[in-house]
């Protein structure tokens, strides 16, 4: 080890108390060290946000901190304050401070306490804002959530099409963007929009061996399948995805009549019984959560052992994160899709309402669903070329874990079996 790294690694220990990198923690924090402009790409859980927060506590200067979720931000300022003795080190700008409040994060900023400020996409393109931060020492600006700039993301902020020309004012400042998106589509529009072509690029791999893909055609047997299936993983925690919050609630209806023990969660819950419920579920006082995709967003359960989609999910990306909520302790991690022909049409007409381009991409992102759902390969393979990754679907990580891989179908038989 050179100098330079011994140095890291102290403060690593010293500030978070870990004794080692992960993944590509170190070669990236070296980078946001010299100043250049970087993007990270690395799995959700990958430890994307030490990226930009030991490099911030170990520079001068504060460093931006661009997210979109007030609650995250919260987080992460109170996990950071935890860390030091000065409550300064970290804030978030946003809304919601008084005069009093805005005037104390200044005045820790201007003093050099202040080493991380959160602040919303919409905050930083108050006037008076960008006048103050052009005033004051910034060493880089950090943009998590990065994917949020691009229509082909799964969450798409017009507001972070702006920050470009924002951070421009505030003079010749180093960009770190970080995203667990990995389509290439994604990636090029991120480096696009943030005008660093040149950044250096971190990419992890995407792969979870511990998964294992399935696809079964949707029958109107569904749900004794879905009972039959449960019954097998007994006393086992699961996740069940549906498309629409009725449909949630009569699985979670029909899991409880058959035995199961299952709560609904989805947004026309109020919040008391959504929180009940979710906190039922990581107490593991339910094992079976029935879902719409409002459910699992920072959910951090290590021992979910299946995740279900009962509808196609609306993108492979989508797919991705929603089943990766399972097996994040390295434990059995079965991921069940049910497919039909009908609900890709059901999701189209739900798409012909929205404007012009929307439609377009929702089905562009569709059809890599359909190709996944009705392809013979390797499902992991295709995921992983979908995240423009090479997997070997011989000798890869997790290579036979699949139903494609352990039980080859010519792909006639393929296509007969889910076109219905
Ligand atoms: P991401 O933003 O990529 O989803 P986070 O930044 O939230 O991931 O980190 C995920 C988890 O990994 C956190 O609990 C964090 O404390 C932990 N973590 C990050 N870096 C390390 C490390 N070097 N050693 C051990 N745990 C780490
Ligand atoms: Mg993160």
């Given at each position: 080890m050179n100098s330079n790294e011994i140095e890291i690694h102290k403060e690593l220990k010293k500030y978070f108390g870990f004794s080692q990198f992960k993944g590509l923690q170190e070669q990236v924090i070296t980078s946001i060290l010299g100043k250049t402009n970087t993007f990270v790409i690395m799995?959700?859980?990958?430890?994307?946000?030490l990226c930009y927060q030991l490099p911030a506590l170990i520079q001068d200067g504060t460093a931006i901190v661009v997210s979109p979720l007030i609650a995250l931000m919260k987080n992460q300022v109170d996990a950071i304050r935890s860390l030091?003795?000065?409550?300064?080190?970290a804030h978030v700008l946003n809304s919601s401070l008084t005069k009093t409040e805005i005037a104390q994060v200044k005045k820790d900023i201007s003093s050099g306490l202040t080493k991380l400020l959160y602040v919303a996409p919409e905050s930083l393109t108050k006037e008076e804002y960008v006048a103050f931060l052009q005033s004051v020492p910034i060493s880089f600006v950090a943009i998590d959530e990065?994917?949020?700039?691009?229509?082909?993301?799964?969450d798409f902020r017009p507001?972070?099409?702006n920050l470009r020309s924002i951070i421009k004012q505030l003079g010749k400042v180093p960009i770190i963007g970080l995203t667990a998106t990995a389509t290439p589509k994604v990636q090029e529009d991120i480096l696009k929009n943030l005008d660093m072509s040149d950044a250096n690029t971190f990419k992890a791999s995407?792969?979870?061996?511990?998964l294992y893909y399935e696809v079964r055609t949707k029958t109107k047997n569904i749900e004794s399948d879905i009972i039959r299936f449960i019954k097998q993983h007994k006393g086992k925690s699961g996740i069940i995805y549906c498309l629409s919050r009725k449909k949630v609630e009569s699985i979670a209806e029909v899991l409880q009549v058959n035995g199961i023990s299952a709560v609904p969660y989805h947004a026309g819950l109020d919040a008391k019984t959504r929180a009940k419920h979710q906190d039922m579920f990581l107490m593991e006082d339910v094992d079976v959560v029935v879902a719409t995709?409002?459910?699992?967003?920072?959910?951090?359960?290590?021992?979910?052992r299946f995740v279900i989609h009962h509808d196609i999910p609306k993108s492979l990306e989508s797919y991705y994160q929603e089943t990766g909520?399972?097996?994040?302790?390295?434990g059995e991690g079965h991921c069940l899709a049910y497919y039909s022909y009908k609900d890709v049409e059901k999701l189209e007409k739900f798409m012909s309402g929205k404007p012009v381009a929307e439609q377009e991409i929702g089905f562009a992102l569709l059809q890599e669903v359909v190709a996944y759902a009705e392809t013979s390969m390797s499902r992991r393979k295709f995921l992983l070329h979908y995240f423009g990754e090479e997997f070997d679907?011989?000798?890869?990580?997790?290579?036979?874990?699949?139903d494609n891989v352990r039980n080859p179908k010519n792909k006639i038989e393929a296509k007969e079996q889910v076109v219905k």
């Amino acid at each position: 080890m050179n100098s330079n790294e011994i140095e890291i690694h102290k403060e690593l220990k010293k500030y978070f108390g870990f004794s080692q990198f992960k993944g590509l923690q170190e070669q990236v924090i070296t980078s946001i060290l010299g100043k250049t402009n970087t993007f990270v790409i690395m799995p959700t859980g990958g430890g994307k946000s030490l990226c930009y927060q030991l490099p911030a506590l170990i520079q001068d200067g504060t460093a931006i901190v661009v997210s979109p979720l007030i609650a995250l931000m919260k987080n992460q300022v109170d996990a950071i304050r935890s860390l030091s003795s000065e409550t300064g080190i970290a804030h978030v700008l946003n809304s919601s401070l008084t005069k009093t409040e805005i005037a104390q994060v200044k005045k820790d900023i201007s003093s050099g306490l202040t080493k991380l400020l959160y602040v919303a996409p919409e905050s930083l393109t108050k006037e008076e804002y960008v006048a103050f931060l052009q005033s004051v020492p910034i060493s880089f600006v950090a943009i998590d959530e990065a994917h949020c700039i691009s229509e082909w993301g799964h969450d798409f902020r017009p507001e972070y099409r702006n920050l470009r020309s924002i951070i421009k004012q505030l003079g010749k400042v180093p960009i770190i963007g970080l995203t667990a998106t990995a389509t290439p589509k994604v990636q090029e529009d991120i480096l696009k929009n943030l005008d660093m072509s040149d950044a250096n690029t971190f990419k992890a791999s995407f792969n979870r061996p511990n998964l294992y893909y399935e696809v079964r055609t949707k029958t109107k047997n569904i749900e004794s399948d879905i009972i039959r299936f449960i019954k097998q993983h007994k006393g086992k925690s699961g996740i069940i995805y549906c498309l629409s919050r009725k449909k949630v609630e009569s699985i979670a209806e029909v899991l409880q009549v058959n035995g199961i023990s299952a709560v609904p969660y989805h947004a026309g819950l109020d919040a008391k019984t959504r929180a009940k419920h979710q906190d039922m579920f990581l107490m593991e006082d339910v094992d079976v959560v029935v879902a719409t995709i409002a459910f699992g967003m920072g959910i951090d359960k290590p021992d979910v052992r299946f995740v279900i989609h009962h509808d196609i999910p609306k993108s492979l990306e989508s797919y991705y994160q929603e089943t990766g909520r399972a097996g994040r302790d390295g434990g059995e991690g079965h991921c069940l899709a049910y497919y039909s022909y009908k609900d890709v049409e059901k999701l189209e007409k739900f798409m012909s309402g929205k404007p012009v381009a929307e439609q377009e991409i929702g089905f562009a992102l569709l059809q890599e669903v359909v190709a996944y759902a009705e392809t013979s390969m390797s499902r992991r393979k295709f995921l992983l070329h979908y995240f423009g990754e090479e997997f070997d679907s011989e000798t890869g990580e997790g290579a036979d874990m699949d139903d494609n891989v352990r039980n080859p179908k010519n792909k006639i038989e393929a296509k007969e079996q889910v076109v219905k």
